[in-house]
C-alpha cells in the first residue's frame, strides 16, 4: 500500500492544518474541496485513502462515501461536526471505516490514518504458500493474485509482462530462445514477429529497472539467479 491520501474538505484551516500533519508524516495528500471534485480526482488519480467531510457544498459526504464504496474498497475515513450516535452508525453503513468527531487532535488522525493503512496492508498480504510464491533474489511472485514484488516493493504489471516473468523466474539461469518465448507467452498460435519478445523484455526493464533478465546474444533471454 502506498501513501496517498485524498483530503476532501471545504474549510480552509482544517485543509492546511490537516494536510499540513500527513505530509509532515509523509504522505502524498491531494485537498479537494467538494465532493464533485473528490470524483473527478478518483476518475483520474485514485487516492489509498480518503479523508472525508459530511458538510460539504453540493453533494454531500454520506453520498460521496456511497458511490466511492459502490466501486472500491479504498479506506475512508469521516471527519464531521455532527457527533449524534445516529450520524456515526450512518457513516459506518454507507462505507466508511472509522469516523472522527471535529474537533479533533490531529495526531489522533495521523494515528488512525497509520492504523487504517497497517490493517489495510495486512488484508492485502498474499497467500504465503510454497506453491503460491516464485522467489528468485530480490523477486517474488504470488502467482495465484498475479502479483510481482522487486526489492519489497510492488509493480503493476501486464497480463503478459507477469507471464514473462513467471517464466523465467520458475527456470532461473535458463536461456529461453525468442521462438520458445513466443509459443510459451504468446501461444502456438500468433503468427507475429519474434520483436515482440524483444518489446516485452524492454517494457519490463525499463519497468522495474534493475531486473537481472540477461540478453543471450543471438538466442533470447534468461533471468539470472545469484543466490542459492
Given at each position: 500500500?502506498?501513501?496517498y491520501?485524498?483530503?476532501?474538505e ?17 504522505y502524498e495528500?491531494?485537498?479537494?474541496g467538494s ?26 459526504g454520506?453520498e ?6 459502490n ?12 457527533d449524534?450516535?445516529?450520524?456515526k452508525?450512518?457513516?459506518?453503513e ?5 469516523y472522527?468527531?471535529?474537533p ?9 490514518v ?14 504465503e ?10 523477486l ?10 522487486w ?5 503493476e ?7 514473462m ?22 501461444g502456438n498460435?500468433?503468427?507475429g ?7 516485452l ?15 543471450v546474444w ?6 539470472r539467479?545469484?543466490?542459492?
Amino acid at each position: 500500500m502506498s501513501n496517498y491520501i485524498g483530503l476532501v474538505e471545504d474549510d480552509p484551516n482544517i485543509q492546511n492544518i490537516v494536510s499540513a500533519y500527513l505530509k509532515k508524516e509523509g504522505y502524498e495528500v491531494a485537498v479537494k474541496g467538494s465532493a464533485e471534485e473528490a470524483l473527478e480526482l478518483w476518475q483520474s488519480n485514485p487516492p489509498d485513502m480518503w479523508i472525508l467531510d459530511i458538510m460539504l457544498p453540493g453533494m454531500d459526504g454520506y453520498e460521496f462515501c456511497k458511490k466511492i464504496r459502490n466501486g472500491s474498497d479504498v479506506p475512508i475515513i469521516i471527519i464531521s461536526a455532527k457527533d449524534d450516535e445516529i450520524d456515526k452508525i450512518l457513516g459506518l453503513e454507507l462505507g466508511g471505516d472509522d469516523y472522527l468527531t471535529k474537533p479533533f487532535s490531529p495526531r489522533e488522525l495521523i494515528a488512525r490514518v497509520k492504523r487504517l493503512f497497517k490493517r489495510t496492508a495486512l488484508m492485502a498480504k498474499p497467500k504465503e504458500t510454497d506453491d503460491n510464491k516464485v522467489k528468485v533474489d530480490h523477486l517474488l511472485i504470488y502467482k495465484d493474485e498475479r502479483r510481482i514484488f522487486w526489492n519489497e516493493d510492488e509493480y503493476e504489471v501486464t497480463t503478459k509482462e507477469f507471464d514473462m516473468l513467471e517464466l523465467l523466474a520458475e527456470n532461473a539461469n535458463r536461456a529461453f530462445s525468442r521462438e520458445e518465448l513466443l509459443v510459451r507467452i504468446w501461444g502456438n498460435d500468433y503468427f507475429g514477429s519474434d520483436r515482440a519478445v524483444d518489446d516485452l523484455v524492454k517494457r519490463i526493464r525499463k519497468k522495474i529497472g534493475d531486473i537481472p533478465i540477461e540478453t543471450v546474444w543471438g538466442y533470447g533471454y534468461r533471468l539470472r539467479k545469484e543466490e542459492d
